[in-house]
């Protein structure tokens, strides 16, 4: 997982990975977990979803529709990614009653097929290769899985498993991390460890959230899943107007 990796910005849809790249990444994570819980608990579960569905795949068509990295409809896709996907990964559980584990396990095993048909079919898994749009599709089935599959595994530590979301906070830290450690001293794979650590953004982003978020009660600082959206986003807007500044003249969002 390498912080900084050679980037076309002339043709890659997708964003450079750098150290800005994996804090905005963690932060959409928090955000996305925050903003479902909230919105979810406050309104109607049902209607949330359907606009949230609706929403997502206008940004994300929006993002398709560029010939290239923009900071803003990247992002922006990123973020309801990140939303849309927490509820999926919720609605089956709270809906259909259906165990973390089993959603975890269903969608591990999605990720596994949209990796094998993604490879077969184009030969590398590197998102510095997405300059096409059957290329950038299985990039964001990917991501949509991943967060789905994050969600699972999120809950799944910090309920069933009892380890609280703070413990699950700190014990994704060190799964985050073990993929840079393995990429710069044991000269990993980096397509391996990136999406290693991709996947593991997930669960580590929203155990945060849901820490700070939740009543003391079950374990939290009692901030209130509305306030840590708030603020999740105004700081991702400061940021992704950062990104955009960072592109170079003539390709800024």
Known sequence: MPLSLRHDFGRSKVAPVTALFWILKLLTTAMGEATSDHF???YNPIVVVLLSGILFLAVVYWQMTTNRYRALPYWSALVMVSIFGTMCADVLHVQFSVPYAVSAALYGVALVVIFRTWRSMEGTLSIHSITTTRRELFYWLTVTATFA???AVGDLTA?????????SGVLFTVLFLLPAIGFFALRLNAIG???TSY??????GASY????GVSKARGGLNFGPGNVSLVMTAVIALLVLLAAYQQPVGKRS
């Open 40 to 42: 979810v608990k406050t």
């Open 149 to 151: 599959l994050g969600t």
């Open 159 to 167: 309920t069933t498993l009892h380890l609280g979301y703070f413990g």
């Open 193 to 195: 460890c990136f999406w």
């Open 199 to 204: 996947v593991l953004t997930r669960p580590l």
């Open 209 to 212: 959230a849901d820490w700070i």
